[in-house]
């Protein structure tokens, strides 16, 4: 039998309340009776697409991320507007970041980011069938599109050039795929 592992919040502090994040503290009653605090990130949620031009093509984005300090090699991605459906944003976010539209979209997974402090969790998707559009850039967002070789961006990864997460995770999972994969 296992144990309960459930901490129980007792009160809940609000630090911050912002556009994309909001921060608490919870302080929480632990499985062994002792008090802790939990630091707590909430996000609305997001999507990343793996846009498949064809079979041995894949379109990244490369753009500046404040928090790392540098430019990361990416997935197209963006966060959910309020009461925005996953499915809609994922269309979106392909037009916005990379002009094009998805003949075929389909969802790979979903996954929590950092589950220790955050509540995001990003779902994943693969595009393909993809259509030239003209889609509205956000006007606080630059980035630099990036078609390469599906080979390639594999090899980013092992080398370390990719480095962000549901970019990995999104395109390891589309390279077991895509033997089944119909273009």
Do not use: W
Request: charged share 25%.
């Amino acid at each position: 039998m296992s144990q309960d592992l459930t901490e129980k919040v007792t009160s809940t502090k609000r630090i911050y309340d912002g556009k994309i994040i909001n921060l608490r503290v919870d302080s929480v009653l632990l499985p062994n009776g002792n008090m802790s605090q939990r630091e707590i990130v909430e996000h609305k949620g997001a999507i990343a697409v793996v846009p498949m031009l064809d079979r041995d093509t894949v379109i990244l984005v490369r753009q500046f991320r404040s928090a790392t300090g540098g430019t990361l090699l990416e997935i197209p991605a963006g966060s959910l507007n309020e009461d925005e459906e996953i499915d809609v944003c994922a269309h979106r976010e392909l037009a916005e970041e990379i002009n094009f539209k998805a003949g075929h979209l389909d969802k790979l997974f979903s996954m929590y980011v950092a589950p220790g402090y955050s509540t995001e969790m990003i779902h994943v998707y693969i595009a393909y069938g993809l259509e030239p559009t003209a889609g509205e850039t956000d006007e606080d967002e630059f980035l630099d599109i990036v078609k390469i070789p599906f080979a390639e961006a594999l090899h980013k990864i092992h080398t370390g050039e990719i480095q962000d997460a549901k970019s990995i995770s999104g395109l390891l999972q589309v390279e077991r795929l895509l033997p089944n994969l119909e273009f």
